[in-house]
C-alpha cells in the first residue's frame, strides 16, 4: 500500500519541450545574460502588443516580482504548466506560437496555483526552480552560468 501524500508529483516537460523553452529563452535574452527583463521582452514583441504581453508574461513567469526572469525560472514555469494538466501538445503548440512572436497565453490554472503557493513559507515553486537548476547542470543542452 502506497503512502498519502498532498504534495503534488513534480512533472517536468519532456526533453524535447525544454528545448523549445530555453531555444525561446535565448531569442529573448539576445544579449546571452542568462535572465531576461521588460526591455528584453518588449523588444521580442516589438510592437505586437508588447506592452500588455510583456506584463501578462512577467505577472505568471516572475512570480518573485524581482523584475527578471531567469531560466530556471522560466523551465519551472512551463514545469507547472503541465503539472496544472496541460498536455504537453497544448505546451507545445504555445511555445510554437511564442517562437512565432504571437501573443501571452494567461494559463488560469496556472494563476489560480502560483497565488496559492506564495501563501506558503516554503513554495513548491521554489522546489521547482531548484529541481530545474539541477536538471540545466546536468544537461549538455544549455550553458548559462
Not at 504571437?102 to 513548491?124: G, M
Amino acid at each position: 500500500m502506497g503512502t498519502c501524500s498532498n504534495r503534488p508529483e513534480h512533472k517536468q516537460i519532456s526533453e524535447n519541450l525544454r528545448l523549445k523553452a530555453i531555444m525561446i529563452f535565448q531569442k529573448i535574452d539576445i544579449q546571452n545574460k542568462g535572465y531576461i527583463d521588460k526591455e528584453r521582452t518588449l523588444q521580442f514583441w516589438k510592437s505586437n502588443f508588447a506592452k500588455i504581453n510583456t506584463d501578462a508574461l512577467f505577472s505568471q513567469v516572475d512570480y518573485k516580482k524581482t523584475g527578471n526572469i531567469t531560466v530556471q525560472e522560466w523551465l519551472a514555469f512551463w514545469d507547472i504548466v503541465k503539472q496544472q494538466g496541460y498536455t504537453e501538445q497544448e505546451i507545445s503548440d504555445e511555445l510554437e506560437e511564442l517562437q512565432q512572436g504571437k501573443a501571452w497565453v494567461q494559463f488560469y490554472k496556472v494563476d489560480a496555483f502560483i497565488r496559492a503557493d506564495t501563501q506558503r513559507h516554503k513554495t513548491q515553486i521554489d522546489q521547482i526552480v531548484q529541481m530545474e537548476k539541477k536538471t540545466l547542470l546536468k544537461s549538455k543542452s544549455f550553458n548559462y552560468n
